[in-house]
Nanobody
Framework: QVQLVESGGGLVQAGNSLRLSCAVS????????MGWFRQAPGKDREFVAA????????NYADSVKGRFAISRDNAKNAVYLQMNSLKPEDTAVYYC??????????????WGQGTQVTVSS
């Protein structure tokens, strides 16, 4: 059974940075494309970033381009989201997701429980 556990969330002032981590167990991590999503109160869950199995391809939501960076370490079965220049509108629960394919697409098969990120103005 594939399990994803996020960490690194917290309260931060606008303009500062946070780095989220997602540890993956079960399955074959390097065969999964990975993604980060977020859900703000009262809003639908939205895509943030994705990375292919080897890290050679990445996608970002327009709202985070140039501020966020997704990366992965296949030796550690982990994926990361470096978030810089944070804004209050980045406040949300952030979820890590794994796709049962090496390539980026819109559907994901496994989800973590989420980690709260709160950005104060």
């Amino acid at each position: 059974q594939v399990q994803l556990v996020e960490s690194g969330g917290g309260l931060v002032q606008a303009g500062n940075s946070l780095r989220l981590s997602c540890a993956v167990s079960g399955g074959t991590f390097m065969m999964y494309a990975m993604g980060w999503f977020r859900q703000a109160p009262g809003k639908d869950r939205e895509f943030v970033a994705a990375i292919s199995w080897g890290g050679g391809r990445t996608n970002y939501a327009d709202s985070v381009k140039g501020r966020f960076a997704i990366s992965r370490d296949n030796a550690k079965n982990a994926v990361y989201l470096q978030m810089n220049s944070l804004k209050p509108e980045d406040t949300a629960v952030y979820y890590c997701a794994a796709r049962n394919s090496p390539y980026i697409a819109n559907d994901y098969d496994y989800w973590g429980q989420g980690t709260q990120v709160t950005v104060s103005s």
